[in-house]
């Protein structure tokens, strides 16, 4: 879903100098903050606490601390880079974090959020791409800027700076080297110009990303593949979330089956082991009309299959 400053805007009035970068190319969202749909997903994203804390302290550090000190003796770029495995969250978890820092730093004024769909930047045609990259981010994004706070997502960040030594013969290498370089002299130009951005960048190809950009990260973390305890958390919450929405379900979240069902379930990410629950669901036809009628057995059932079906993928290490 879009939710752009215009459509809000056409209800609250248009604020003096803001900028409207919805029909921006590369921008897939553009909204203000803080934002209810991210504060859910904040909760909804079970990673460990002191990870969380970690990167919310490190993103007000961005808006507070920064702007005080000179880039020569301090050089913090605005960047944080979450990285890990497919299905661990980091999109959620970085779109939640742009709220929860724009909460807590109401003082400062009225933040943006921009998301980048970094797919939308690359072209076959020589140049193209690293022109398209200069104007989103010397264009797009500075304007932004003026307005006021702005948090910005790079989701699939090796996408726009890939890694110049391991660039491939039979693409264009010498465009995606330019369109590098454009990401790395702009982020330089922002960091200088601009200390009211913060980026929150995700990769799920860490390997795969220019060097020079990680070094410019004030904050890498890795977010792994859910652990025991929160494989738990995550199906008794995914469940917790059906006895929601049918309440015959409501003993079902408590039920200490699902603990096996969660040990089948390691080495799953975090989006697989809810889509556990679903599956169950569509085990049978009479489940799938009346999903009251879901059982902690089909859930166990379920996680078999889906532990078994990962299997293969795991010793063939893909």
């Known amino acids: ?163 110049r030594t391991r660039l491939s013969l039979e693409a264009n290498p010498v465009d995606v080297h330019r369109a590098t370089d454009a990401v790395l002299a702009q982020l330089d130009h922002l960091a200088d110009e601009c200390p009211n951005i913060l980026f929150i960048a995700t990769s799920n190809f860490p390997a795969a990303i220019d060097q020079a950009f990680v070094s410019r990260a004030d904050l890498i973390v890795t977010v792994d593949l859910p652990g025991p305890q929160a494989a738990e958390r995550i199906l008794r919450d995914t469940v917790a979330a059906m006895s929601d929405a049918f309440p015959k379900l409501k003993h079902l979240p408590d039920d200490s089956a699902l603990t096996k069902a969660a040990k089948l379930c390691q080495g799953l990410d975090g989006r697989r082991i809810r889509k556990v629950v679903l599956s169950a669901l569509a085990q049978s036809k009479q489940t799938a009309l009346d999903p009251s009628r879901l059982t902690a057995p089909d859930i166990v059932r379920a996680a078999e299959l889906a532990a078994a079906e990962a299997r293969p993928n795991r010793k063939e290490g893909t």
């Not at 910005?152 to 700076?161: K, R």
């Open 1 to 163: 879903m879009m939710r752009t400053r215009r459509g809000r805007e056409a209800a609250n009035g248009t604020p003096t100098g803001s900028s409207d970068c919805s029909t921006a190319k590369g921008v897939l969202d553009q909204r203000a903050l803080p934002d209810p749909d991210f504060e859910g997903l904040w909760e909804a994203i079970i990673v460990d606490q002191d990870l969380k804390d970690r990167l919310l302290g490190q993103a007000i550090l961005n808006f507070t601390v920064r702007p005080r000190l000179a880039r020569s003796t301090v050089p913090l770029h605005g960047v944080i880079l979450l990285v890990g495995e497919p299905g661990t969250g980091k999109t959620s978890l970085a779109r939640a974090l742009s709220s929860r820092t724009a909460g807590a730093l109401k003082a400062l004024g009225d933040f943006q959020y921009l998301e980048v769909e970094p797919h939308a930047l690359a072209s076959s045609s020589l140049g193209k791409s690293q022109q398209a990259v200069h104007h989103l981010l010397g264009t797009t994004i500075a304007e932004a800027a003026q307005a006021g706070p702005l948090i910005v997502v790079l989701d699939e960040v090796e996408t726009l700076a890939a890694d």
